[in-house]
C-alpha cells in the first residue's frame, strides 16, 4: 500500500465519520424534540426573540 | 426529563447572523469556479473572441438578474429565495418549478464541483509518482465535508466561504498583475487571436458555456431569511458580486486569450493553472492551484447552502412532504433537507459524466432567468412602486427584463445546438412534474398560509 492509497482511505474513512454524524445527530434530534417545534419555522416572521437553545448560535458565538 | 421542555421557546427559525459580505461570498463563491474552469469551452465552441462576446452578453443577462433579483428580494425576504418571489407574484404552480429549478441547478453544479475536485487531487496523486491514483474518495469527502460543515450552521459555512472566495479572487488578479497586461512581452493577442472562425453562429454556440462565468449569482437571495438586514444586505452583497464576476471575466479571458491558441484554450480543463504554468513561476502555479481548489470547494459549499434552503421552504410550504421543513433546534439549519440532498449529489457526482451535469445545471439555471424576466413585469404592474417599499428599484424597466428574456432565447438555441435531446429530456421532465404537482400534491397544501407577505392586494384584483 502506497502512501497515496492511505490517504484514499483516510478520505474514505472521514467520509463515513461526518456522514455518520449527521445521520445519527438527525435521528438523535428527531427523537428529542417534537415534530410540532421542528417544523415551527414560519415565512417571513422576523423575530430575534425566536431565538432558542442560546448556547447555540448556527456556529456564531 | 423528556428535551423537549428544554427548549426556551415555542418556535424555531432559521438564524440571522449573516451580513452583506456574507451574500457576496456566497453568490462570488458559487460562481468564481466558472473563470477557473468552464468557461472556457464557449473559446471551442467559437474562437476566442466569440467567447469575448458571449462573456459581455452572458454578463449583460446576469447584469439584469441581479438588478432584478435585488429588487424583488428587498421585498420578499424569506429562504427559497426566488421560489418565495414566484409564489407570491405567479402563483404556485409556477412556484414549485422554480424551486425545482433552483435545486436542480445548485445540487447538479455541486456534483460538477465535487466532480472537479476529485479529478484535480487524483492529478496531483498522478504527477507525484501515484499512477493508480482514485478520484472518487475526494468526490465522496467533498460533498459529505462541506454538508456537515452546512448542517452545522449558517455563519460558519459562509464565512469559510468568504474566505476561499476572496483568495480564489485575489489569485486571479495577482496572476492578471504577473502577465503585465500593459506590455506585450508575455500576452501576445495580436499573433493569437485569429477572428471568429465559425462565424456568427460560433458566437450563437458560445453562449451556452458563456453563462459559465456567472452562473448561480443569484443565489444570494437564498440567504434572505438569514441576514440580519435583508432590503439592504441583499441588493448590496448581489451587486457588489456582479460587479466582481464582470471584473473577474474579463481579466480571465483577457490573460487566457493572450497566452494560449484558441485551438489548445478551448478544451483546456483548468485554463487559469495552465495560464500560470505558462508564466513558468511556481509561486504563481501553486497560488492559481490552490485558488482552483478554494474556488471549487466555495462553490460546492454554497450550492448545498441554496439547495438545502429551497427544498426546506418548499416542505415548509407543503409543496413537498412537511419534514423537510424542519429547523434543527441547536444549529439552526433545514437539517433534514441538507441531508437529504446528500445522497442525491452523490449519485450524481459518482455516475454522471460532467459534460451532462453541467449542461442540466446550465438549463436548469436557463429556465429560471426566463421565468425572473416575465415575473418582474407582473411585479411592477401588480405592485407599483408606490404601493410597495422597495430596498433597491432597477432602473430603466422594462428594459431588463426584455434584454433578459432575448439573450434566455438565444441561449436556449446555443444549448439546442450542443444538447438538445437534454433540453428535451428536461422540458418533459418539468411537464412530468408539474402535472403530479397540479393533480396530486396540490391538495396538500394549505392555500392561505402559503402567502405570508404582508402586502396590499394587487392592483386590478
Request: charged content about 10%.
Amino acid at each position: 500500500m502506497n502512501s497515496f492509497q492511505l490517504i484514499e482511505y483516510a478520505a474514505w474513512a472521514l467520509s463515513i465519520v461526518l456522514g455518520l454524524y449527521m445521520l445519527f445527530d438527525t435521528i438523535r434530534t428527531n427523537r428529542a424534540y417534537s415534530e410540532d417545534l421542528l417544523t415551527s419555522s414560519r415565512e417571513g416572521e422576523i423575530d430575534e426573540a425566536l431565538v432558542i437553545d442560546p448556547p447555540h448560535q448556527g456556529g456564531h458565538l | 426529563m423528556n428535551q423537549t421542555t428544554a427548549v426556551h421557546g415555542e418556535k424555531i427559525s432559521l438564524l440571522r447572523v449573516l451580513g452583506p459580505a456574507h451574500v457576496w461570498a456566497l453568490g462570488v463563491g458559487i460562481v468564481l469556479v466558472g473563470e477557473y474552469m468552464g468557461w472556457n469551452f464557449a473559446v471551442g465552441k467559437g474562437g476566442a473572441i466569440a467567447a469575448l462576446i458571449a462573456c459581455w452578453a452572458a454578463g449583460l443577462l446576469y447584469t439584469c438578474v441581479a438588478m432584478i433579483d435585488s429588487e424583488v428580494t428587498s421585498t420578499v425576504a424569506a429562504a427559497g429565495g426566488q421560489y418565495a418571489q414566484s409564489k407570491h407574484i405567479i402563483g404556485p404552480l409556477m412556484a414549485f418549478n422554480v424551486g425545482l429549478y433552483l435545486v436542480f441547478a445548485y445540487t447538479m453544479l455541486e456534483a460538477a464541483n465535487a466532480i472537479t475536485l476529485g479529478y484535480l487531487v487524483q492529478t496531483v496523486g498522478q504527477m507525484a509518482g501515484f499512477a493508480e491514483a482514485q478520484d472518487k474518495p475526494f468526490i465522496v469527502l467533498a460533498i459529505v465535508f462541506l454538508a456537515w460543515l452546512n448542517y452545522r450552521g449558517v455563519y460558519a459555512t459562509l464565512t469559510v466561504n468568504l474566505v476561499l472566495t476572496a483568495i480564489a479572487f485575489i489569485a486571479v488578479v495577482i496572476l492578471f498583475t504577473a502577465v503585465k497586461p500593459w506590455s506585450t512581452e508575455m500576452l501576445n493577442h495580436k499573433e493569437i487571436l485569429n477572428g471568429l472562425p465559425y462565424g456568427w453562429i460560433g458566437v450563437l454556440a458560445s453562449l451556452h458555456f458563456g453563462l459559465w462565468y456567472y452562473l448561480g449569482i443569484e443565489g444570494t437571495c437564498q440567504a434572505a431569511e438569514e441576514v440580519r438586514s435583508p432590503a439592504r444586505s441583499l441588493p448590496l452583497g448581489t451587486m457588489a458580486g456582479i460587479m466582481t464576476l464582470l471584473i473577474a471575466a474579463t481579466m480571465t479571458w483577457y490573460l487566457c486569450s493572450g497566452l494560449m491558441p484558441w485551438e489548445y484554450l478551448g478544451q483546456a480543463t483548468t485554463p487559469l493553472f495552465d495560464a500560470a504554468r505558462l508564466t513558468s513561476s511556481t509561486p504563481l502555479m501553486v497560488l492559481l492551484f490552490i485558488g482552483t481548489m478554494f474556488s471549487t470547494l466555495a462553490s460546492a459549499n454554497g450550492c448545498i447552502n441554496d439547495a438545502s434552503r429551497a427544498w426546506f421552504s418548499m416542505g415548509r410550504d407543503r409543496y413537498l412532504p412537511t419534514w423537510f421543513g424542519a429547523v434543527h433546534p441547536k444549529n439552526r439549519t433545514p437539517f433534514r433537507s441538507i441531508v437529504f440532498l446528500v445522497p442525491v449529489a452523490l449519485t450524481f457526482a459518482y455516475f454522471a459524466p460532467l459534460d451532462q451535469v453541467i449542461t442540466f445545471s446550465i438549463l436548469s439555471g436557463l429556465l429560471g432567468y426566463t421565468y425572473m424576466s416575465i415575473q418582474v413585469i407582473f411585479f411592477r404592474q401588480m405592485w407599483p412602486l408606490d404601493m410597495i417599499k422597495r430596498g433597491y428599484v432597477h432602473p430603466f424597466h422594462p428594459i431588463p427584463a426584455l434584454v433578459l428574456l432575448t439573450i434566455c432565447s438565444a441561449t436556449y438555441f446555443a444549448v439546442f445546438l450542443g444538447y438538445g435531446t437534454q433540453l428535451v429530456a428536461m422540458m418533459v421532465f418539468f411537464i412530468v412534474a408539474s402535472l403530479w404537482f397540479h393533480f396530486h400534491r396540490y391538495k396538500y397544501v394549505r392555500r392561505g398560509d402559503q402567502f405570508t407577505m404582508n402586502w396590499p392586494r394587487p392592483q386590478g384584483y
